[in-house]
C-alpha cells in the first residue's frame, strides 16, 4: 500500500489506484485504466487539478466548488454530491454501490451516473464530457 496525493508519482509506483472521498472508496482501477478514464467526477477533478507544463494537456474541468463537509457527520447519499456537478434527487439520499465498468469489469466505480437502475436522469451514461 503507498498512499500519497501525487497522482504522478503512483503512477509510476502502483498497478492499481484506489480514489477514496471522505473514507468511503468511489474509484478503483489498474492504473493505465484509470489514467486513460476517471469514470466518477472526483476522480476526474482530481486528475485535473494535477499540474502540466504542456498547454495541451490542460484540462477544461471547472474547480470543485464549495468546502468539503465535515467527515465526521458526512452527508446522506454519496458523500460527494454536496460538491458534484451531476449530482440529482437520487445522489442526496442513496449511496452507490461499488460496480465495475460495463467496459471493463476490472475498473469499478461508486456513482449512479454509471448504474443503469439508480434513478439517476442521466444513469448509465458514465459522466460526461
Same mark, same amino acid.
Given at each position: 500500500?503507498?498512499?500519497?496525493? @501525487?497522482?504522478?508519482?503512483?503512477?509510476? /509506483?502502483?498497478?492499481?489506484?484506489?480514489?477514496?472521498?471522505?473514507?468511503?472508496?468511489?474509484?478503483?482501477?489498474?492504473?493505465?485504466? /484509470?489514467?486513460?478514464?476517471?469514470?466518477? !467526477?472526483?476522480?476526474?477533478?482530481?486528475?485535473?487539478?494535477?499540474?502540466?507544463?504542456?498547454? @495541451?494537456?490542460?484540462?477544461?474541468?471547472?474547480?470543485?466548488?464549495?468546502?468539503? !463537509?465535515? !467527515? /465526521?457527520?458526512?452527508? *446522506?447519499?454519496?458523500?460527494?454530491?454536496?460538491?458534484?456537478?451531476? #449530482?440529482? @434527487?437520487?445522489? *442526496?439520499?442513496?449511496? !452507490?454501490?461499488?460496480?465495475?465498468?460495463?467496459?471493463? #469489469?476490472?475498473?469499478?466505480?461508486?456513482?449512479?451516473?454509471?448504474?443503469?437502475?439508480?434513478?439517476?436522469? *442521466?444513469?448509465?451514461?458514465?459522466?460526461?464530457?
Amino acid at each position: 500500500i503507498f498512499i500519497s496525493h @501525487d497522482l504522478n508519482v503512483v503512477r509510476y /509506483i502502483s498497478d492499481r489506484i484506489l480514489v477514496m472521498y471522505l473514507g468511503e472508496v468511489v474509484e478503483v482501477a489498474p492504473v493505465g485504466s /484509470i489514467w486513460a478514464e476517471q469514470a466518477h !467526477p472526483y476522480t476526474r477533478s482530481l486528475f485535473s487539478a494535477m499540474p502540466s507544463m504542456d498547454p @495541451d494537456n490542460r484540462t477544461k474541468e471547472p474547480p470543485l466548488a464549495g468546502d468539503p !463537509p465535515n !467527515p /465526521i457527520n458526512p452527508p *446522506k447519499g454519496c458523500r460527494f454530491h454536496t460538491r458534484c456537478r451531476f #449530482a440529482s @434527487d437520487v445522489c *442526496k439520499t442513496n449511496a !452507490p454501490k461499488l460496480a465495475g465498468l460495463a467496459a471493463n #469489469a476490472k475498473h469499478m466505480v461508486a456513482c449512479h451516473l454509471h448504474d443503469a437502475s439508480s434513478g439517476h436522469p *442521466k444513469a448509465g451514461q458514465g459522466v460526461p464530457a
